[in-house]
């Protein structure tokens, strides 16, 4: 049974996740990506640019800043609403969700929810912004404030425009960008899935009024498909519509993509009918006409938008939970990463058997040749059987060992992380055969 408590060590222990500023005591809920880490998030990023972007005619890329004129966060409401309910207990000085208060504990004893203890003293819920300020600028006073972007998707409406003049699109067509959100968010403790500073990958399709629900419809399936394809079980996934008073203050209709992480059923990816409310919205603040003109028909309008917006953090937690397994092989537990080969960090862990009779040196071709092709990895410390054991911890799909026999007639063994089988290759036909493996998981 998977925990949190084995994600966390596993990913610590083997260099995905570490806290950050470990060595000054860390930094409330916030991570540095390891080696590994980076590399399976890099694999997550790409498969979904490439699912949203690359593979479609419809869809194209943007960057734009973190930092966006304060005037933005008006016109997008983030300044006025996007605040959570927040309580202070007096006893003890903390500070808790007012709407969440059954899921924490009251730091004394006994450890019972805040408010339920004899001691505890909450005050009147007040609301509390969740947007991080900084300065710009030499001088700081009220006029230099801005804040870091909460949500990635309003640098995308502001430059829709720009996007619809340079890119020659006409609805439905969609805006797609992968960046750093930050939200000085309360209630944090459930490792990568809520932190302070995180990633989104977030993409506003614009569509005329009347196609809204039918593409909100669409890409329902679209992304719940795209976490299947990449190995989530549809067991672990549930699409769930949000009560009218659950919705943001832009959402007509909204579903989240829900995945049963170890800590119950929680959003994986929220899809968003946010009807005209941020075009009209910019519209006014800025006085610019976001709208769309057919020269066809001579139609205006100003598109609808259907919005799936995914967490790179919470996929990435959500696919190293899918994927955690343990087993036993010959008599010993084995800790396994089942990583769809696509997202697994290492494709390829080349191992000389022995460290002598030039097996370091045959393996070291091998891996020379496989490097251009994929993410290959050579290690010759240690015993075959702890290699194996490091492989299968970060999720490896395929270890190509070097013997004897590999110097009599230049063949290897590939052996397989799920099947375990092993195979003889040829060495001129490795690279083939790997990728024929690659190509055949999608
Ligand atoms: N533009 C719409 C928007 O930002 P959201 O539901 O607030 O919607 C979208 O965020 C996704 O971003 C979430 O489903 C989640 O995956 C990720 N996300 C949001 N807040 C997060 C946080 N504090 N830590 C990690 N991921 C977060």
């Avoid at 933005?72 to 808790?96: I, K, N």
């Avoid at 196609?211 to 989530?232: C, S, T």
């Avoid at 170890?262 to 899809?271: D, N, R, S, Y």
């Avoid at 009779?357 to 702890?386: K, N, T, W």
Wanted: glycine share 8%; hydrophobic share 35%.
């Amino acid at each position: 049974m998977v925990t949190m408590d084995k994600i966390v060590a596993l990913t610590k222990r083997r260099g995905f996740v570490f806290p950050t500023s470990e060595i000054y005591g860390g930094l409330g809920s916030t991570y540095d990506y390891g080696p590994y880490g980076v590399a399976l998030r890099r694999n997550i990023k790409d498969a979904w640019w490439h699912a949203m972007v690359i593979s479609r005619d419809d869809i194209v890329g943007l960057d734009s800043a973190i930092l966006q004129h304060p005037r933005t966060w008006e016109a997008s409401g983030h300044l006025e609403s996007f605040t959570d309910p927040l309580v202070d207990c007096r006893a003890c000085g903390q500070r808790f969700r007012a709407d969440q208060l059954e899921d924490v504990q009251c730091p004394q004893k006994p450890s019972v929810h805040p408010g339920e203890g004899p001691n505890c003293d909450l005050t009147e819920a007040r609301q509390f912004n969740l947007m991080l300020e900084t300065s710009l600028g030499p001088v700081r006073d009220a006029g230099s404030i801005v804040y870091l972007r909460p949500e990635t998707a309003q640098g995308i409406f502001a430059n829709f425009k720009n996007v619809l003049q340079t890119s020659r699109r006409k609805p439905p067509f969609g805006i797609a960008q992968i960046g750093k959100s930050f939200r000085n968010e309360i209630t944090t403790k459930q490792f990568i899935f809520r932190t302070r500073e995180f990633e989104q990958m977030e993409m506003e399709f614009f569509v005329p009024p009347d196609q809204a629900e039918e593409w909100f419809l669409y890409w329902l399936d679209e992304r719940m498909r795209w976490y299947v394809d990449l190995g989530l079980s549809p067991d672990h996934l549930r699409l769930r519509p949000h009560e009218p008073d659950e919705l943001s203050h832009y959402s007509s209709g909204t579903s989240d993509i829900e995945y049963l992480f170890p800590t119950g059923w929680q959003e994986l990816e929220g899809i968003a009918n946010r009807g005209d409310y941020d075009l009209r919205q910019h519209a006014q603040y800025s006085g610019e006409k976001l709208e769309y003109f057919d020269q066809g028909t001579g139609e205006r309008y100003v598109p609808h938008v259907i919005e799936p917006a995914a967490g790179v953090d919470r996929a990435m937690l959500a696919f190293l939970v899918d994927a955690y397994d343990e087993d036993e092989q010959e008599g010993e537990k084995r800790t396994v990463l089942r990583l769809h080969p696509r997202l697994a960090p290492i494709k390829v862990a080349v191992l000389p058997l022995v460290r002598r009779d030039g097996q370091p040196e045959l393996a070291h071709e091998v891996h020379d040749a496989l490097r251009p092709l994929m993410a290959s990895e050579y290690d010759e410390g240690g015993s075959i059987g702890r290699r194996y054991r490091r492989q299968d911890e970060i999720g490896t799909p395929w270890a190509v060992t070097i013997d004897h026999e590999s110097l009599e007639n230049r063949t290897v063994t590939v052996r397989d992380r799920d099947s375990l089988a092993q195979d003889r290759v040829a060495i001129d036909g490795l690279p083939e055969f790997l990728q024929r493996g690659l190509a055949e998981t999608g």
